[in-house]
Nanobody
Framework: VQLQAYGGGLVRPGGSLRLSCATS????????IAWFRQAPGKEREGVSC????????YYGDSVKGRFTISRDNAKNTVYLRMNNLKPEDTAVYYC???????????????????WGKGTHVTVSS
């Protein structure tokens, strides 16, 4: 099982980026995929998750209305479209896979079985 996040970079406040999570070694159809991020000196934060069964999506409070998660099972890829980026979105972003999304309230928990290497996102003018 392999996951690789890519698409990060430097973007100005208010700008957009699309992250991709390329997967291999398993049938993406049967897995939920989540995005997490970790900023320097801060705890890891659940950003978004998309379920395997019906494509239900979940978002952390800090990104609701700005980020959109989607999946293309045929391409074995999950995307995170990030709009109206803010400096506080600066972090390393990771994607992870599990049988389902674990969500309590609006918190997406990082109890995922498989993790990929992250991609850096820097939002700065």
């Amino acid at each position: 099982v392999q996951l690789q996040a890519y698409g990060g970079g430097l973007v100005r406040p208010g700008g957009s980026l699309r992250l991709s999570c390329a997967t291999s070694g398993f049938a993406l159809d049967y897995y939920a995929i989540a995005w997490f991020r970790q900023a320097p000196g801060k705890e890891r934060e659940g950003v978004s998750c998309i379920s395997s069964s019906d494509g239900t999506t979940y978002y952390g409070d800090s990104v609701k209305g700005r980020f959109t998660i989607s999946r293309d099972n045929a391409k074995n890829t999950v995307y995170l479209r990030m709009n109206n980026l803010k400096p506080e979105d600066t972090a390393v972003y990771y994607c992870a896979a599990d049988s389902g999304c674990t969500v309590i309230g609006s918190a997406i928990l990082g109890v995922m079985d498989y993790w990929g290497k992250g991609t850096h996102v820097t939002v700065s003018s």
